[in-house]
């Protein structure tokens, strides 16, 4: 069974510092791995998605890592912005799960201005 | 404008009543999600269909149930059977190429039973 794993699950930055977000999964048979942010009351909204034969993905501010052997996912925020505050959760879909997505508890981000 | 319209945003209803909530998607997705996210935790998978008039349960199925009569919509009901029905909800769709693609989110319903 596929468990995902995010530490801490609540982080405060302040503004202008660089966020570093963590995500481990139990069963490395992942075919990608999604981050999601989440606003208070809202949806998710995909922020990037790593393909299980990509190491990285880039977008913007944000830079997401994947190391399919150790099981982690990194998502690394620069310069970080009061914006930024919300929750960000990693799903990652593999066989273990039966090929459905499984979810991380996620981290909440305040970024202080 | 394409995506994800989940309706009501927020429901209150009465212990033992059931209640249905909306999922539309104009995204031409084969595939349809229902999760339930609760305080603090990450999402739950409830039920999901990847082709009309077929669903599957996902990990948190009892109390609740689908249809998928159509390829846009896919309505959840909660049933009185579900024992502790106060959640968010959040429904999903992507294209049948799970593998490669990405799940896109609804702006999910509150659900309140008292």
């Known amino acids: 069974k596929q468990e995902v794993t995010q530490i801490p699950a609540a982080l405060s930055v302040p503004e202008g510092e660089n966020l570093v977000l963590n995500c481990s999964f139990t069963?490395?048979?992942?075919?990608?791995l999604q981050w999601f942010r989440q606003d208070p009351g809202k949806g998710l909204t995909s922020l990037l998605l790593?393909?299980?034969?990509?190491r990285e993905q880039t977008s913007g501010r944000l830079n997401a890592s994947l190391d399919k052997s150790s099981g982690r996912s990194t998502l690394y925020i620069a310069a970080s912005q009061p914006g930024d505050s919300a929750t960000y959760l990693c799903a990652v879909f593999g066989k273990a799960a039966g090929n459905k997505l499984t979810f991380g508890g996620g981290t909440r981000v305040l970024v202080k201005p | 404008d394409g995506g994800i319209t989940q309706s009501p945003k927020y429901l209150f209803r009465k212990e033992g009543q059931n209640v249905t909530l909306s999922c539309e998607q104009n995204?031409?997705?084969?595939?349809m999600y229902w999760y339930r996210q609760d305080p603090g935790q990450g999402l739950r998978l409830i039920y999901y269909?990847?082709?009309?008039?077929?669903?599957q349960k996902g990990d948190i199925a009892e109390g609740y149930s689908v249809s998928r009569e159509k390829k846009e919509s896919f309505p959840l009901t909660v049933t009185s059977a579900q024992k502790n029905p106060t959640a968010f909800y959040l429904c999903?769709?992507?294209?049948?190429?799970?593998?490669?693609?990405?799940?896109?989110f609804g702006p999910g319903t509150r659900l309140t039973v008292t």
């Open positions: 790593i393909q299980s034969s990509q």
């Open positions: 069963d490395s048979a992942i075919y990608n």
């Open positions: 999903a769709s992507s294209t049948l190429q799970g593998i490669l693609d990405e799940q896109y």
């Open positions: 269909s990847q082709i009309v008039n077929d669903f």
């Open positions: 995204l031409n997705h084969d595939a």
